[in-house]
């Protein structure tokens, strides 16, 4: 068993900036892939970015060059860095662990990031 607290939304401006940060009360956690995944109001789930344990890491277009992701495996912590953020950014941001083998998942439950324009 195991659970994720994201914390850092909030409400922002157009072209400002955030920090998510998730911490995961799961037992090692340096093996998990952790990511931020997103949902806007009335779209499907969208992967943002992710992070392997071996610190390979992925970015959808949508946010390649503005956001960075990154993990502190001493403090069971993965993060969120969001920069330019536009208000098609606008979305229930959610943070995962992921093995694979054996197949284990766990998912936090959410945080609001609203920019305005």
């Known amino acids: 068993q195991g659970y994720l607290v994201e914390s850092g939304g909030g409400l922002v401006q157009s072209g400002g900036s955030l920090r998510l940060t998730c911490v995961a009360s799961i037992d090692n956690f340096y093996a998990y892939e952790m990511q931020w995944s997103r949902q806007a109001p009335g779209k499907e789930r969208e992967l943002v970015a992710y992070?392997?344990?071996?610190?390979?890491?992925y970015y959808s277009d949508s946010v390649l060059g503005r956001f960075t992701i990154s993990r502190d495996n001493t403090k069971n912590m993965v993060f969120l860095e969001m920069n330019n953020l536009q208000p098609e950014d606008t979305a229930v941001y959610r943070c995962d662990a992921r093995t694979y083998t054996p197949p284990r998942e766990y998912w936090g439950r959410g945080i609001w990031v609203t920019v305005s324009s």
């Open positions: 992070i392997k344990s071996d610190l390979r890491r």
